[in-house]
């Protein structure tokens, strides 16, 4: 049985990578916690990133994520933090 199903045990693992797959953070959740609970606390676990000069750089400035993440609640608080969300739409075609 998947561990995904309602009712059972497991994990589940989000996270965040740049535009060349490089992981930026990773949270784990358990099996039966809806995936769009998890945006916040895996973006809020990005490391600070040096920079050659000036303060380093904390967050990404665009988003993309999946359908779990669409909701307006989700993009306000994506958007209070300074990033633009760009989430798949839900009840729209693949591609």
Do not use: W
């Amino acid at each position: 049985p998947s561990p995904v199903d309602r009712g059972r045990r497991g994990s589940k693992h989000h996270g965040v990578v740049d535009p060349q797959s490089i992981p930026l953070a990773a949270t784990t959740t358990a099996a039966n916690v809806p995936d769009g609970t998890a945006l916040p606390e895996v973006v809020d676990a990005i490391p600070a990133i040096p920079r050659r000069s000036g303060r380093a750089k904390r967050r990404p400035k665009t988003l993309y994520g999946d359908r779990a993440d669409d909701s307006g609640p989700h993009r306000r608080r994506m958007r209070r933090r300074g990033i633009e969300p760009i989430f798949a739409r839900r009840r729209t075609a693949h591609g």
